[in-house]
Each structure stands twice: as C-alpha cells, then as structure tokens.
Antibody, heavy 123, light 111 residues
Framework: QITLKESGPILVKPTRTLTLTCSFS??????????VGWIRQPPGKALEWLGLIYWDDDKRYSPSLKNRVTITHDTFKNQVVLTMTNVDHVDTATYYC???????????????WGPGDLVTVSS | QSALTQPASMSGSPGQSITISCSGS?????????VSWYQQLPGRAPKVLIYDVSVRPSGTSARFSGSKSGNTASLTISGVRPEDEADYYCCSYTDSSPLYVFGTGTRVTVL
C-alpha cells in the first residue's frame, strides 16, 4: 500500500527558507518510472505543479519559482525534501507530495497523494 | 506555459450528465496522451479519476469518462450524484517547462 505524508512548519516568516519533508512507504523511488512530485494549492485557488524527482535522481522544476526550489531524496529514510528559499506571502498554500506513476520521463500521472500541509507565510 | 483552461463552475440535477472541458495547446493536450483528471472534495487531497485521457483506475466509477479532441480534453460525469459535488482538475504533461500543467479547476454543483 502506497502512502505519503508531508511534514513541515505551519508558519514561516517572509524571506526565510521553507523545508518540507515527504515521508513515503509502499514503493521505492529507485524503481524505473517512479517519481515523486510536489504540487501546491493557495487557499481557494487551483493546483500548481512545483517540481519532480525521478527514480534516477534527475529533477525538474517549474520555471515560475525562479530557481527558489530544490528537491532531494534521502534513500535510507524514504523521504523526499522540498526546499524553497526566500518565501513570500504568495507562497502561502497547502503543499502536497504525490507519487507519479509512469514508465519513463515522458508519461505519468499522480496516483497517490499525501494529505497536504498548509504553510502560511507571515511575519 | 499557463494553466489549462476549464470553466469555473458547472451544475446539474441528479441523473443528468455534465461535461467539463479542459483547453490546452499543441504543447500539451494536443501533443500527448498523458491527460489526467482529479477530483478534490472539500478539505481533501486530490484523487485521480482518469489517466492517459480515458483510462479509469480501479475504484473509479464507470460514470466518469474522459476523452480528447485536438487541444481539448473532456471529463463527463454521467448520472451525476450529490456525492459528485467537488472541484475537478485536469492535468497534462507538456513538452516544455513546467513539465506538468494543471487546469484552472471546475466546481461542480449538484442541484
């Protein structure tokens, strides 16, 4: 059974760095075709894809974040970490991590999601 | 690469059919078969309903169906029920950045 769960701060001050951890079980992020993505949703707004880490540790990010985001994988802990620098009020959102099912780089959909972690950016 | 375009809201009476459109471009929906649809109940994480344009994962009701024509994908809810009240999002793989783009979302109301 695949499960994911996000954890991190509830409140972050502007200009600080946000670190969110996605703890997962039921799959290996070293299996070909597997990836873990981060998606966020500001209150009352639509979903926004932030980035993805693949089974081979390759990563892709949304250009809208302007190089503020980094995704890493801790193999031993079965965790994926999202780091976002220089946060602003517009980064207030529920952050989701999700298991991407696919067969290679060009494919896939998000079949399992964590419950989400609401992060508020405020001084 | 901007978000895929969906109608903001749609409504229907129980038993009716609702079709939600998702308009993209030749860089995403028009080029790839990797369109998925998600249902988001209030306060909950999204749940996949359809993937690869028209494939239902196990557990998705047969009342939900997906299709694609050109740069537009569609999700049809046949025989809509009160429990179908939710927000619905389309998503497509793209040939540029960002790699995946979501739709603007559609709120479905069952009258």
């Amino acid at each position: 059974q695949i499960t994911l769960k996000e954890s991190g701060p509830i409140l972050v001050k502007p200009t600080r760095t946000l670190t969110l951890t996605c703890s997962f079980s039921g799959f290996s992020l070293t299996t070909r075709g597997v990836a873990v993505g981060w998606i966020r949703q500001p209150p009352g707004k639509a979903l926004e894809w932030l980035g993805l880490i693949y089974w081979d540790d390759d990563k892709r990010y949304s250009p809208s974040l302007k190089n503020r985001v980094t995704i890493t994988h801790d193999t031993f802990k079965n965790q994926v970490v999202l780091t976002m620098t220089n946060v602003d009020h517009v980064d207030t959102a529920t952050y989701y991590c999700a298991h991407r099912r696919g067969f290679d780089y060009v494919s896939g959909y998000f079949d399992y999601w964590g419950p989400g972690d609401l992060v508020t950016v405020s001084s | 690469q901007s978000a895929l375009t969906q109608p903001a809201s749609m409504s229907g009476s129980p038993g009716q059919s609702i079709t939600i459109s998702c308009s993209g471009s030749t860089s995403d929906i028009g080029r790839y078969h990797f369109v998925s649809w998600y249902q988001q109940l209030p306060g909950r994480a999204p749940k996949v309903l359809i993937y690869d344009v028209s494939v239902r994962p196990s557990g998705t009701s047969a009342r939900f169906s997906g299709s694609k024509s050109g740069n537009t994908a569609s999700l049809t809810i046949s025989g809509v029920r009160p429990e179908d009240e939710a927000d619905y999002y389309c998503c497509s793989y793209t040939d540029s950045s960002p790699l995946y783009v979501f739709g603007t979302g559609t709120r479905v109301t069952v009258l």
